[in-house]
């Protein structure tokens, strides 16, 4: 399989799973905005901005962290690579170059998404926006996912577009855990309240688990829902989950056995997801979940850089070196 196929589909489905899970971001701050009736001038925006890593960015841009300027930067900014349009426009020019890879379905789903956003962009303004905009959005994710699921040979190919799914998928969740952890409560005597509930309902809401995690601890908790997110075996898009997955797909096409490896990338994903396979939440909440978290995106940063180097090293890099400080959307 060529280095430039290969590459273009593992982005292809990094971009898709980037521009859903950047819906996700906007969506929890809707959610949390309305369940807890902030008024304009207390909602929070700048932690959305904080956890992409790109403040300085968005401060040069737009200056101040207001609903209408996060929203457009995040929706439907092209100057920012990493905005749902961005995203889905960078995803659109992968699929292009392996037309003969992927299939109809595939191609067809991801213009008709692509043409979602950019009629918004041009007929509604960000603070219009709503709750069902983004819907739509993770939506036509999950119908493109559920096309390659169904419609693409389950070949080298494919296992690249999965990893590349699954990688996007653990960094966002960890992620959309840490705006929980940058909006913070105006009273410090409201945690554990009802008040501080509604917030953990909303983040396990933005990554479509409260249901099954209320099937698996009833009541919320923020250490039950952090332990849910980062470590749960069998959620589809808990971190722990994601590694295990990706593993295995890097695991078929190198072609070796999972407690071996043959290349930089295997060693450092194998490695980290050893570590959580033996972590627990109270380790996690004593170093602290924001320095756990920040730790656990830059070294999933440093397997995207290995699986770079593994098998794409003759192509054109496709996304931005991290700068130093906090983990960026990658």
């Known amino acids: 399989m060529l280095s430039r196929v290969a590459d273009a589909i593992y982005w292809m489905c990094r971009y898709i799973e980037r521009a859903e899970n950047v819906a996700r971001f906007i969506d929890v701050n809707l959610h949390l ?74 191609w067809e789903q ?21 709750h069902e905009f983004f ?33 996007e998928r653990a960094d966002k969740t960890s992620r959309i855990l840490d705006v929980k952890y940058f909006i913070l409560l105006p009273k410090i005597e409201y945690v554990g309240t009802p008040y501080d509930n509604i917030q953990w309902a909303a983040v396990l809401k933005s990554v479509s688990a409260l249901e099954m995690y209320r ?23 808990a971190v722990r989950y994601c590694l295990s997955r990706a593993q295995a797909c890097l695991c078929a096409i190198s072609g070796s056995q999972p407690d071996v490896f043959c290349n930089e990338a295997e060693r450092r994903l194998g490695r980290l997801r050893s570590e959580l396979d033996y972590a627990d939440i109270q380790e996690v909440f004593r170093i602290g979940m924001h320095e756990y978290i920040d730790r656990l995106q830059t070294r999933l940063n440093e397997v ?15 996304h931005r070196p991290a700068p130093a400080g906090r983990s960026p959307l990658q």
């Open 215 to 237: 099937k698996q601890y009833r009541r919320i908790h923020p250490e039950q829902v952090a332990d849910f997110l980062l470590f749960d075996r069998s959620f589809p898009r």
């Open 110 to 130: 991801l213009n008709r998404s692509f043409l979602m956003v950019t009629a918004a962009a041009q007929h509604t303004e960000p603070a219009a926006l709503s």
């Open 304 to 318: 995207g850089a290995a699986i770079a180097g593994a098998f794409f090293v003759a192509c054109e890099p496709r």
């Open 135 to 167: 819907e739509r959005v993770k939506m036509a994710s999950h119908l493109f996912t559920g096309l390659t699921e169904a419609t693409m040979s389950h070949g080298e190919p494919w296992h690249f577009a999965q990893l590349g799914r699954l990688l």
């Open 33 to 106: 905005n309305l369940d807890l009736q902030e008024p304009a001038g207390r909602q929070q925006w700048a932690p959305l901005v904080t956890i992409t890593g790109d403040q300085a960015v968005f401060r040069e841009r737009y200056g101040e962290a207001s609903a209408e300027n996060v929203i457009r930067f995040l929706t439907f900014d092209r100057g920012y690579p990493n905005s749902i349009l961005a995203c889905l426009l960078s995803a659109r020019e992968n699929a292009r170059m392996v037309r003969e890879i992927i299939s109809s379905e595939m």
